[in-house]
Every structure is written in C-alpha cells, then in structure tokens.
C-alpha cells in the first residue's frame, strides 16, 4: 500500500474527489498517511493520527516509501511545533511556514531545516489551557485545525495532541474516551466538556478553564461561561449549547 506525507504547510481533506466538496479535516506539515485509492488527480487517503479518511490532490502531497514510513511509525517522541507560525528551509531556501501542532520531527525526512520552537513528549496537564489560549480568536472553520481556521474537535484535538495527548477527530469520538465527571464543580482546567443537539447527539466541545469559565470554537474560538445547563454566551445574553457530559482525559 503506498504513502504520503504533507510537505505543504496545510492541505484540505475532502468527503469526495473535487475541489467544491466538503472538507472533512486538514492534513499538517509532517503529517502522514496511507494512500488507498489512487486515481488521475485525486487520492484516497487515511490520517494515521486519526483514522480520518477523505481525498487529497496528488500534486499537494509527497508519496514515501515503506521503510520512510516505518522510521515515522517507529519514532517515539515527535516533536510538534509550537509557534503560531514557524518555518523550515528547503534545499533551495525557500522557506515554508510551519503552523501550530505540525508534525516537525519529519522534516529531515523531507530535506528541510526546521526553524522554530517545539514541544515533545507528555506534558503536565496544566499545559493545555495556555495552549488552548494560542488559537484564541481563530475563525471558525468546519474540517479546520489551525490557527487560521479551526473546528470545535478540531481546537480539542490539536491542543491535546501538542501536549502529547491522543483525542480523536470528532467530538462525538472525543466522548467516548475519558472518565465522566457527575457535576462541573468536579471539573479541572483542561477536562473536556460535550454539548449535544436537540436530538441528544454530542455535536460541539470545548475545553475547561478555571472560575467556570470554557474555550471552544463557536463562530471564532471565544472564551464563554459554563454552567450544569451549559455554555452562556455572553454576547447574546444566552445559552448556546446545552451540557451533556464533562470528561476527565489527563
């Protein structure tokens, strides 16, 4: 089975082979992945991070081969990035903006230097928070991870995995990992709170902050309160999404 690897600084992934179509999740600097369907333009792809599948253009991706990916597999530590933005150097200078969380630690694989900060390993759990802060009036984006465009689960995962956690994609997935919590008051900085829609379907997520206070990606990454009925937005004056479950990850 062929694979890849992300060169670029962000590339979409998207539900169907076409440009127009839905994009599911983004692909990182450094990230890799196992192609499963390969067609003219277009490739199928699954996010070994994640488990993510969805198409990617073949000219925005670099095909590796078996023993490339292996040596990624077989790291133990990678490193992410942890600057909004910092940059690795090609064999010709160019240089390639590195956003916040990409995979740096495979850039020699590619032939770049990387030049910026990074994080690796575990961190304390004290950590999230203050990297959580680092997408703090980012865009909303369906699909986004960046600070230039970010999701609710997106926001989750992408703070946890800097700090050397592993959360799936989706907030729904995201539920189902962790100890529950019975009341808020029970909650630390960095637990994960779920919100459900109006037919008990867990569709939003945010993280919590200290003095009932929580951060998460709704219209552009805010910080709101929360309560046991749920998150009240303080610029409309209203709850916005009502509170399902408090999860316990670190």
């Not at 850039?107 to 802060?133: C, D, Q």
């Not at 009341?183 to 003095?211: C, R, T």
Request: proline share 5%; with cysteine.
């Amino acid at each position: 089975m062929p694979y890849g690897i992300c060169h670029l600084s962000v590339i979409p992934v998207r539900a169907q082979a076409d440009n127009s179509s839905e994009m599911l999740t983004q692909l990182l600097y450094g990230e890799h992945f196992k192609i499963i369907e390969i067609r003219k333009y277009w490739s199928k792809v699954r996010i070994i991070y994640d488990g993510t599948e969805g198409w990617v253009e073949n000219q925005q991706f670099l095909p590796i081969d078996k023993s490339q990916f292996n040596a990624i597999e077989e790291n133990n530590s990678p490193k992410y990035a942890s600057d909004l933005v910092g940059y690795s150097s090609a064999k010709d200078q160019a240089l390639i903006p590195v956003l916040l969380g990409s995979s740096v630690s495979n850039a020699p694989l590619l032939s770049h230097r990387f030049e910026g900060a990074f994080l690796n390993g575990t961190g304390a759990k004290s950590n999230i928070v203050p990297i959580a802060m680092y997408y703090l009036h980012a865009p909303f984006l369906r699909g986004g991870k960046t600070p230039f465009g970010v999701d609710d689960a997106g926001l989750s995962q992408m703070v946890y995995k800097i700090n050397g956690y592993r959360l799936p994609r989706q907030a729904s997935d995201q539920a189902m990992v962790g100890e529950s919590l019975s009341f808020i008051e029970e909650s630390e900085p960095g637990d994960l709170a779920f919100f459900d829609d109006k037919d008990g379907n867990i569709e939003h997520v945010g993280i919590i902050m200290k003095d009932n206070f929580i951060i998460h990606s709704h219209g552009k990454v805010r910080i709101d309160r929360i309560d046991h009925t749920g998150i009240f937005n303080r610029d409309k004056g209203l709850y916005s999404h009502p509170l399902r479950v408090i999860k316990k990850i670190v």
